[in-house]
Nanobody
Framework: QVQLVESGGGLVQAGGSLRLSCAAS????????MGWFRQAPGKEREFVAA????????LYGDSVKGRFTISRENAKNTVYLQMNSPKSEDTAVYYC?????????????????WGQGTQVTVSS
């Protein structure tokens, strides 16, 4: 059983930067594909980014491509989401998730473990 705890959320100005972290425990971190999702009020959960087990390949949602970067440090059991030039529409609760398997995926139901989420609010 993997436990995931997000941190780093808060209030950020549009055009600024923010880095989210997700610390994993209770499992072998390097076995899991890791992903970030987000959910804004009244909207469905949206795929943000994912990274392979080794960190060698990444995948991004169209709305964040070129602005956000996902990375991981397997030695620290941690995955990150660097948010550059955030916009007001990036305001949401951000969730970290872990998936068994080898391929990155945008499909939320393929992720087996989820964190509690961290709120990100972008002020314009």
């Amino acid at each position: 059983q993997v436990q995931l705890v997000e941190s780093g959320g808060g209030l950020v100005q549009a055009g600024g930067s923010l880095r989210l972290s997700c610390a994993a425990s209770g499992g072998t971190f390097s076995r899991y594909v890791m992903g970030w999702f987000r959910q804004a009020p009244g909207k469905e959960r949206e795929f943000v980014a994912a990274i392979t087990r080794s960190g060698g390949s990444t995948l991004y949602g169209d709305s964040v491509k070129g602005r956000f970067t996902i990375s991981r440090e397997n030695a620290k059991n941690t995955v990150y989401l660097q948010m550059n030039s955030p916009k007001s529409e990036d305001t949401a609760v951000y969730y970290c998730a872990a998936a068994d398997g080898m391929a990155v995926t945008t499909v939320s139901r393929r992720y087996n473990y989820w964190g509690q989420g961290t709120q990100v609010t972008v002020s314009s």
